[in-house]
């Protein structure tokens, strides 16, 4: 019953924002589009792309680095792949990773700190002040929010008592936490149902959404910053990531 009254009222602000937003269009230049192949076959969450269907997704790579000091950035390589059926998004991250570097476990702490994927997504075209964010670390540590984007003086605001239903799978290739060997990467595989989204309307083919995927890569424990990668560029890091109206689309394309 809350985490239905904490998505009624979401959607109540997020219907006014989209008022707003007729007149007051917040993003700037054209959109980059991802094509998101649909699925009949049967999905099993397990962290590997086993399922024959991932061949028809497309396959992007972050090519956006940032970091929150001087240091130098780690670029190493993310590819990304998403598809939908009538009841979910499915979500594949490929990292390469010579450091698998994890410190929290506990439910909506900080996995971004870790090696992590991060998803933002707002069921609607324009990029609103608002999206739904999840961020999972290579433990499975989640933290997964309704974030509304410099909503009080310019200060962004994360409700932390959405707790959405989705599933996720993880597979590693090296030790973890341990800075003196070279590790090969990780994966992960996320199931994100639509009924987790509150009361937008469900996706047919040809509907169009707002989106952001993210890489976090920690590679030393004692490290305090990370590097970012991003699918979309976003205009100054200082502000983080979550700059809404950097959002790319994705497009829901039927099973061909």
Request: hydrophobic content about 40%.
């Amino acid at each position: 019953m809350i985490r239905k009254l904490i998505l009624s009222a979401a959607f109540c602000i997020a219907t006014s924002f989209a008022i707003y937003a007729q007149t007051h269009k917040l993003v700037i230049g054209e959109q980059p589009l991802y094509k998101v192949a649909k699925t009949t076959e049967p999905m099993t969450i397990d962290g590997k792309m086993d399922e024959a269907a991932w061949k028809d997704a497309q396959e992007v790579s972050f090519d956006y680095f940032y970091r929150g000091d001087n240091k130098p950035m780690d670029k190493q390589k993310t590819k990304f792949r998403m598809m939908w059926d009538n009841a979910n998004m499915y979500l594949f991250y490929t990292a390469q990773d010579t450091s698998l570097t994890f410190r929290e476990t506990k439910p909506d702490g900080r996995p971004y700190l870790d090696d992590c994927a991060e998803f933002f997504v707002l069921p609607v075209p324009d990029s609103l002040n608002m999206h739904f964010g999840f961020e999972i670390n290579i433990a499975k540590a989640a933290y997964d929010y309704i974030m509304f984007w410099q909503y009080v003086n310019k200060q962004n605001i994360f409700v932390k008592q959405y707790n959405a239903e989705f599933k996720v799978a993880v597979t590693t290739d090296g030790t973890i936490n341990n800075d003196k060997d070279k590790d090969k990467g990780w994966t992960m595989e996320i199931a994100i149902p639509f009924s987790s989204l509150g009361n937008f309307q469900r996706p047919r083919a040809g509907a169009k959404w707002a989106f952001q995927a993210v890489r976090q890569d920690r590679n030393l424990l004692d490290d305090r910053f990370r590097s970012t990668a991003t699918l979309f560029p976003i205009y100054d890091a200082r502000l983080d990531v979550h700059q809404p109206n950097r959002f790319g689309l994705m497009e829901f394309e039927d099973k061909k």
